[in-house]
């Protein structure tokens, strides 16, 4: 099959043929339609988590996809030959065709309503939204800021705290607040022009309930203490420093993409139904996939929302 193919860590992927992968017991064959990169595929191939999560080469990027049940393997006996699903894979799906866990709570039946693109934008950066708004509890009326709203998770946590009644602050350049406030945020700070800590300061003296973190770690992260009112919760999407260096008020969890059974199923039919938007910053053809890594990547190449590629013909 035709796949992306990375052969070493920081090498360029490029496109070749791999062989295709063999249904098992319990997984679907599924043909892909479309794929998102997130920061975690360019982290593998890069080195940068090599020894947390070590990769063999040939190596093939992507978990997030969505495409159509190809072979169904023994024992997956609620999936059939030709259900179209979205996911996160067990086998790379920067390829014509990936191997998903029948039993993975990161499975789910695609709505009709929602195309294959937008359906493979939402299982990696949806999960993880709804990991830390769980972690978070936002509740009715609380003011909740988030660091890096602009990208994959941001999109969602976004819209998530705000259904659950927050009052959102967020960060982004200038040119993103319109967006942002199509997503329901109340206040964006220009994280480019002005100095964070100093801003919410001034317009929040009391501080925040809750911080979602998805950009800092180290000094920078224990730093949002200083804009928390006592007794709130900060959530990270990265390692943090040891929990003791922040003030002894502040909740803080650093979370994992934890998939509850109906999750991905739910976000799914909020989108199909456009009570969650899926924003789509840029679509790349198939040959343009290691680019599409690349750009996620790069701080220059400004990303709003997931970057997502159409599969192989
Ligand atoms: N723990 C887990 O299970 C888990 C799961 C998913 C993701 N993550 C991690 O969470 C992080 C975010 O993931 P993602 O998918 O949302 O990434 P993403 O799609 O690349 O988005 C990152 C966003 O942050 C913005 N940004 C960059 N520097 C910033 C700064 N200094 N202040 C504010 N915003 C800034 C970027 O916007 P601009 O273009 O405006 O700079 C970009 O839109 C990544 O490090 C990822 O690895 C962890």
Avoid at 9 to 29: K, T
Avoid at 70 to 86: I, Q, R, S, Y
Avoid at 205 to 217: E, K, M, R
Avoid at 268 to 278: F, S, T
């Amino acid at each position: 099959m035709k796949a992306l193919i990375v052969q070493g860590y920081g090498q360029d992927a490029s496109i070749g043929q791999i062989d295709m992968p063999h249904v098992r017991d319990g997984y679907l064959l599924v043909r892909m339609q479309a794929a998102a990169v997130n920061p975690w595929d360019y982290k593998l191939i890069s080195g940068m988590v090599k020894d947390l999560s070590p990769i063999t080469f040939p190596y093939v990027p992507g978990m997030d996809g969505a495409g159509v049940v190809l072979e169904v393997g023994a024992g997956a006996d609620e999936w059939n030959k030709g259900d179209a699903v979205l996911g996160m894979f067990a086998t790379g799906t920067l390829a014509q065709y990936a191997l998903i866990s029948a039993a993975d709570t990161r499975l789910a039946r695609k709505p009709d309503d929602l195309d294959f693109e937008h359906a493979a934008a939402v299982p990696e950066a949806g999960l993880t939204a709804k990991t830390i708004l769980r972690a978070a509890n936002v509740r009715d009326g609380q003011d909740v800021l988030i660091i890096g709203a602009t990208g994959g998770v941001g999109l969602y946590a976004t819209q998530l705290a705000k259904a659950q009644g927050a009052c959102v602050i967020a960060t982004g350049k200038s040119e993103d607040a319109d967006y942002l406030q199509r997503l329901g945020v109340t206040n964006v700070i220009d994280y480019a022009c002005v100095d964070l800590t100093t801003q919410m300061r001034k317009r929040y003296p009391s501080g925040v309930d809750v911080v979602i973190d998805l950009i800092n770690t180290g000094d920078a992260l224990i730093r949002d203490a200083d804009v928390m009112r006592r007794g709130g919760t900060l959530v990270s999407s990265l390692f943090g420093p040891d929990k003791r260096a922040y003030p002894n008020d502040i909740t803080v969890h650093y979370i994992q993409l934890q998939a509850q059974k109906g999750d991905l199923e739910g976000l799914a039919r909020r989108a199909a139904i456009g009570e969650l938007q899926v924003e789509i910053g840029r679509t790349y053809e198939f040959v343009d996939g290691a680019q599409a890594l690349a750009d996620l990547r790069d701080p220059a190449k400004h990303t709003r929302g997931k970057l997502i590629v159409r599969a192989a013909p």
